[in-house]
């Protein structure tokens, strides 16, 4: 039950976003929230007007830049990886930070200046694992240095892409088109509201990171309601010189157009839950 996790002290919890998945945290926490020990100080959107009839005028933060008035302890970011370029460092300023857009990570500059500033002012950086799968398996894999390679393919409708640069222009091609294969860090920058899941993978396996994690984007005109993730991993050989291996297959449905499917935003309430737990402390953790 939702219930057994209650935060050692009451925590004061912001939302940077509104969007469907901001909605259904913002709903959760003024509902759920006072029995698990959670207040929703704030709630602040780049469009306010979404706001207006469902969020308590109380609540609505007309100005990003005056969170450190609503004392927020933890500041959740479901919006745009922009929001982590443009204001991270400045939320933890003033409380540890939530990442919802882990595919902001992926730029080199964003993630040493949100290092730099969780090490100054003592808060901590969590990342939703989102719809990855087995992401604690990979982490330990990782550490114990049998991770040799690591691949996630996501595939869903084109309707359910957001895609920039050059894969904005890209033509579909018969009913299922690969728009990108490659390191993860390339891949962001150009779908960084459908890269977040490979961003996760990259976090969860520091030995290949950004860099040598292959992130494959594919747009299937089949799945119309459907996120599926393939996730891909090798060891190293055993003694008969066969390669320890694990293939998992995610089905995450999800309505027709929709950027987030239905089972991460229940991960993801999960994960919100979870880093309220955990104690402050600097650096960049998967929650």
Same mark, same amino acid.
């Given at each position: ?31 759920? =929230? %006072?029995?698990?020990? @959670?207040?929703?100080?704030? /709630?602040?959107?780049?469009? !306010?007007?979404?706001?207006?009839? &469902? ?118 091609? =018969? %009913?299922?088109?690969? @728009?990108?294969?490659?390191? /993860?860090?390339?891949?962001? !920058?150009?779908?960084?509201?459908? &890269? ?92």
């Amino acid at each position: 039950m939702a219930t057994s996790v209650v935060p050692q002290v009451p925590q004061k919890v912001g939302v940077v976003g509104y969007g469907r998945l901001g909605q259904s945290l913002v709903s959760r926490l003024l509902a759920q =929230g %006072p029995e698990l020990g @959670l207040e929703l100080v704030f /709630v602040w959107n780049r469009d !306010p007007g979404r706001m207006a009839g &469902s969020v308590p005028p109380a609540l609505q933060l007309q100005d990003l830049t005056t969170l450190k008035e609503r004392h927020p302890d933890l500041v959740v970011e479901v919006a745009h990886p922009n929001i982590i370029h443009e204001s991270g460092v400045q939320i933890l300023r003033h409380a540890n930070l939530l990442v919802g857009s882990p595919s902001a990570l992926a730029d080199q500059t964003t993630e040493q200046q949100l290092m730099e500033a969780s090490n100054c002012w003592g808060h901590t950086v969590f990342v939703a694992r989102g719809a990855l799968w087995g992401t604690e398996d990979i982490r330990r894999l990782d550490a114990s240095g049998g991770l040799q390679s690591l691949r996630v393919t996501m595939a869903t409708h084109p309707d359910g892409f957001r895609l920039e640069g050059s894969l904005a222009a890209a033509h579909i091609s =018969g %009913p299922r088109t690969v @728009l990108y294969e490659g390191p /993860v860090r390339g891949l962001c !920058p150009l779908a960084p509201r459908n &890269s977040n899941t490979m961003a996760a993978a990259a976090l969860a396996a520091p030995s290949l990171g950004f860099d040598r994690v292959i992130g494959v984007l594919v747009a299937d005109l089949s799945l119309k309601d459907m996120h599926v993730v393939d996730v891909e991993l090798k060891g190293p050989p055993g003694p008969t010189g066969h390669s320890f291996a694990v293939h998992t297959h995610r089905e995450n449905p999800a309505q027709p157009g929709a950027v987030t499917g239905s089972a991460t935003v229940t991960a993801f309430w999960g994960s919100l839950l979870g880093c309220c737990q955990l104690p402050s402390r600097p650096g960049i953790h998967l929650c």
